[in-house]
């Protein structure tokens, strides 16, 4: 038996895991100065908690967890009989695993509500699992690391998460990436605009597509599902908008001038682009994009969508404000925003422009080598006293050609190496080889510990 | 529809999560500085690869994951016609969630030889999931932490194991702790001793019993299982041992004379004993227990179980030998040892003798109140600021009366509370109030920044 895992799952070995860990710490690491808390859900949701909240399709792609025990005891009859996969789901599944976190987290809010305060912010690292046809870059399990704040329709948040973006990204050391931002309230606002509010999602999605497909295919594609063309003229002046900022949202407000809620959503994105830019952004370009339409079904605010620079890969980041983010939960009017980290994305982007410090390779700080029996309990009280300090050291475990120790360190990217046997404990002067170098060293016991503790900042 | 989640899951509010975070950054500090190298699996495996792993029993409490689309296309058409629940899991789910980590890290190693350098020691902090009925301590999903060392049979892995039980435990500040080990070698001497190696279950399963039920209901026991009352007496030497490890271990080499197998267990326990109190023990007691019988089923050589004193609770941490870890799997000859860490029940140890830090209680540094807008692009930029340093800082996100902010600072343990408003700002002249002492003091701009990050320790 060959062994091996699902399809569209992955293990990590140790590079791999350390390289991941180093993304998920960073992250974990702003969440927290920001204000924000961590919160676990279970893995496992009730069906009936997720079914519905994600379409058709999403329903679809959510893995069921067998019941356990005699699961056919309760089945539908007549599903079984009729060898109706679909009907037959809900009585012999009752449990689920979870598809993202949002959902999970709005069930945690109404569950919890008299433990929390409001505004409530919290952050969530953790696996998701989804039945999608695997494809390089999508995998059936994938950890989303998201920030939400829930219970203020406060704008400094939108604010507050665009400076996250920045300072995540900026620490991951990303040459370059802009952080997109637009409003559904300007895209409602242009849907009103060319008369056709109920054709807003078809309007939208084209104009998602200018980037790729340019203008042309764009208003072709618009005229295709249905559009008026005459009314849809009106809105042509945003495909020849100023890059000026300023410029740009004074041509856009002329633009919706007869739209409340496009002027709404436009003094919005003013808010969030100005005071951005006020507190001090880092190293991001900050970019008004009205061609910006994620999150259609849900979004009601901010649209958020950030892309690095240099590599294609399609967003690495995303986030916007829900209105009614627990609704579905029964607990009415509970404003929610929030962002959403994609690490397996940062994690490719990183690799391609080979941005991972270079001790995340690392396996160990330091080998010490075995050499006679009598003299490995020193060596080991050795090995102990720098792991106490900190440092990440091994012995090599039994008495084993010095080549093949010498080997282990340099598979395993270990940059020290201790050399001690029965003559350097006599003599009082332990050897250290730099793995880098090749260069040799004498130390007495106390100064070598030092050496190797300040090479590893310990 | 009212909200909740599996029985026997969990939800982790803020103060919760941070605990946990707590004790699960302390293991994996440990973890790494002796040497162990992060792995990740995927939490669904195929299922092929879990059943029959863990008995009978233990297939029935592995969660399954109901094939995706038509599942009932492919499945056992007579099974389905029987309505016969176990025969039809095969055929309508090929994937499972993991049951424990050792049985997937097995299957790693060989999935992944040649891509790893031996002695290949790994850790692991994921959840696993078990449909056990859930009771007290007792969940369906919870967190295992493994430490395991493959590809050695190095005695030096046992001593390096017990001095991290040690160092993670100290770390923790628990009071007391007792690290008992046995060695299934020895076990298997006794079993020969009283000449019915066949017993050694039996045997044994009883003998773990003399601390809860004593010396003559464990006898009464092994005679109730059909063990020979004649020779049972041989070993009635081990209800008498000293206590003194040095002549415990004399006593049981006498008894175990006639067993060369007995005797190297013995040989073993007294080498990793006495080096790892030669090694330096922090805070455990190390006491050889030969009645202690846990994993018998796979153990082979070590076996270990760590006790907190003062708790009523069932061993916190466990581990052991397995001198054939990957065989199942096709790998023949890989020796293992390694060790796992309760979490769970650890947390209830340190939440029962309240040995949580402070800190973790706290969920932000310091507050700033809201109160001009105008005044709210200064506030907000000077909590930029303190984030920057790694302060985790809130800005109250709107104008609310002081009352209610003050609450939200208090509701959510938060230790500072910074009040600068028009005057304040113009004053130049911020105020600072410290919620634990009820103290209010005034601070330039740039001195509150690191009056507040002093504190924090940034």
Redesign the interface.
Known sequence: ??????KG??????AD??K??YIFSTIK??F????Y??????????L??LTGKYGEEGD??I????N??????K?DKSA?AN????S??SS????A?RYDLTVPFA??V???QN???F?F??YQIQ?V?R?DRPQKGRY??FFQCDADVVG?E?L??E??LM?LFD?VLTDLKLPGFTIKINNRKVLSGLAELIGQPDKIVDFTVALDKLDKIGRDKVIEEMLAKGLDAASLEKAYPIFDLPADPESCLEKMRDLLKDSAIGLEGLKELEFVYT?AK???IKKADLALDFTLARGLDYYTGAIFEVKAHEVQIGSICGGGRYDDLTGV??QKGLSGVGISFGADRIYDVLEALELFPKDTAR??DVLICYFEDEM??NN??LC?T???R??????Y??NAKLKKQMK?AN??DIPFVVLAGDKEWSEGLIQLKNMETGEQTSHSKDDLILTIAKYCGK
Chains 1, 2 share one sequence.
Do not use: C
């Open positions: 038996m060959k062994p091996s895992i699902p799952t992955r293990d990590f070995i140790p895991a350390r991941r860990e690491k702003h927290k100065s920001f204000g808390q961590p919160i676990e859900t279970p893995a496992m949701e009730n009936s908690t679809r792609l893995f069921k967890i067998l356990s025990g005699d699961y056919l005891k089945a079984l060898e109706d996969s679909k037959l789901i012999i599944s009752e449990k695993l069930r945690f109404v569950q919890h433990e929390l305060t505004p912010k919290r696996p699992w039945a059936r399990e203020s406060s400094w948040y604010v507050e400076l300072r005071q006020l507190a001090g939960f029964g396996q160990n490995a309990p080991f009280s102990t720098l792991r106490d900190g440092v990440s050291a091994v012995m475990p039994e282990y598979d395993n």
